[in-house]
């Protein structure tokens, strides 16, 4: 509920690397916020240490409740990374409930989240899901000065036992429910033998991932003679009796800067549309969540003609008000520094058939949104550092 209707308070806290949305009480909106920096400097220090700072925060919501988060997701899920959209791009929703520095439901969906930001948008099933396996054991050690990672994946060798890994060709396809645990699995045993003992070309295969070239086509490049079966054959033996390296270093987190702020009516309806739409592309029932998503924005426009994620979700995604190119005149001139409110004049500019005004207003959201990502290509993990 909102807390018009006797719901939680809802603030927006932003730090150097997140917006984080929550209905937590500020005490611990405030130390969730802390931990997300310290677990991503931990995460960054492991895999992307040598790479450029992503200028694009991460947006989280933290729900305060698990009855909360079954209203977007199924109960089977802890958390998500939901992927980015035209319309937006992308955000981490995580329970309250979650402990954050040692979970690793936190750690998974913050390593898909910032492969995302640092350029591996085009990498195959087996490297999103294996790498966030791979880094969600990540830890800290003595007292904090230090962060270990690569450690074994109990859950993953308990499913490995039980099924043996799956077939190298399964692999590059999105998995069946049925067939998750053992997909997830073996992709992380894939990405941990490739970081330890094939890292040259493993990060060569990372880098060239923004080429446009299919991964498995990528693969076979990289990998000359590498078949399925021998890829199956390796990672039998290396389960079976491999050498698993286990990395760390000295660690120093950042201090960051936070900012806080109570969210109005309008803004926490926009950000619940907001949580619907983007669970609308994963939801079971999509017909009723596309219908919250539009209950909250038509709620949120009420209140605030101008709420960026409610006027999103209507027009960019239930692709209602299209037309209206007085209001997207308007939208632009409220939140100017938004690519999607000049997706949202772009569109309506075209709906007007004003086509040259609409290439400007479209160019400019594109060359804004390359800004905000930096124009990341692919920046590949790989060890840098002492293992025991």
Partial sequence: ????????????WRTTHFRIVTDLEAP????????????????VFAAWHREPDPPLPIDVVVLSSRAAMLAVLPAYVEGAFISPEPWHDGLVLLSGTTPLEGSETVKHELVHALAWRFG????PPWLMEGL??????????DGGRRVAYGDAHMRSLRTLANTGTLDFDELWRRPDLADSACFYATSWLLVHYLYNHRADAFRIYQTRLSSGKAPRALWDEVFPGWSADSVS??????????????YHAEFAPSAPIIKSK?????????????????ASAHANRRDETLALAAQEASTALTAD????????????L????????VGARRLVEHHSRSPRAWLVLGQALLAAHQDAEANVALTRAAAMIEADIGGAKPGAIRPAQPHE
């Fill in 1 to 12: 509920m909102c807390p018009q209707e006797g719901g939680p308070v809802w603030s927006e």
């Fill in 28 to 43: 611990k909106a405030e130390q969730t916020a802390q931990s997300f920096e310290l677990v991503r400097d931990a995460l």
């Fill in 120 to 123: 591996l948008r085009n990498a």
């Fill in 132 to 141: 966030a396996v791979y880094l969600s054991t990540t830890h800290f050690a």
């Fill in 233 to 246: 054959a390796d990672l039998n033996a290396y389960l079976d009796g491999g050498n698993f390296y286990r």
């Fill in 262 to 278: 109570v969210l109005s009516h309008a803004a926490v309806h926009g950000w619940r549309a907001l949580l619907f739409g983007l």
């Fill in 305 to 316: 003609p101008f709420e960026l994620q409610a006027t999103l979700i209507q027009r960019l």
């Fill in 318 to 325: 239930l692709r209602q008000n299209t037309d209206d190119l």
